[in-house]
């Protein structure tokens, strides 16, 4: 009975101690700018679906701006990391940690791409119409032209004298 107590006690540890991603970086104990080797240690008591440290794990790097988003198994956080010059790398049982320092997370690898690589908004400015002065004698023709669409509209003049009208206002 006390071997039953005890692996009882040691399971209830081991669970009890297993944290999720987000209860590490919500507890003060992961920081900007902190190395991904301080970050790794953080998560040595983390659940092991939970770790982006552990082959199981997937990262995505960067290598024209040296940005590097890492995550565990259960793609519940995406971490990312900025200045990484050798990003993470795993083989069937371990991994090389890489480099970098930590800068934030997010719930999606889509928001943790776009957070590195925001897309700018372009906004069309209306261009100013220049503004049109018109000389007494533009006026006069854009009076006379004006009159002359009235009288066709009205059937007082048919369309072929309103086209020889229309030549001579214009020349």
């Not at 519940?76 to 800068?103: A, E, I, M, Q």
């Amino acid at each position: 009975m006390n071997l039953f107590k005890s692996l009882l006690i040691i399971l209830f540890l081991f669970l009890y101690a297993c944290q999720t991603g987000s209860q590490i970086v919500s507890s003060n104990n992961v920081h900007k700018g902190m190395s991904k080797q301080e970050f790794r240690n953080k998560f040595l008591i983390s659940s092991i679906k939970e770790d982006p440290f552990i082959p199981a794990s997937g990262n995505k790097y960067n290598y024209s701006n040296k940005t590097e988003i890492i995550w565990g198994e259960s793609k519940s956080l995406f971490y990312v990391f900025r200045n990484v010059n050798t990003p993470k790398k795993c083989g069937d049982w371990t991994c090389s940690n890489g480099d970098g320092y930590y800068d934030s997370y997010f719930y999606s690898l889509k928001a943790a791409e776009d957070y590195l690589n925001p897309k700018k908004v372009i906004t069309k400015q209306k261009k100013k119409k220049p503004l049109l002065v018109k000389t007494s004698s533009e006026t006069d023709i854009v009076e006379q032209l004006e009159k002359l669409i009235k009288e066709l509209k009205d059937g007082r003049i048919s369309e072929e004298e309103f086209n020889l009208k229309k030549k001579k206002i214009i020349k």
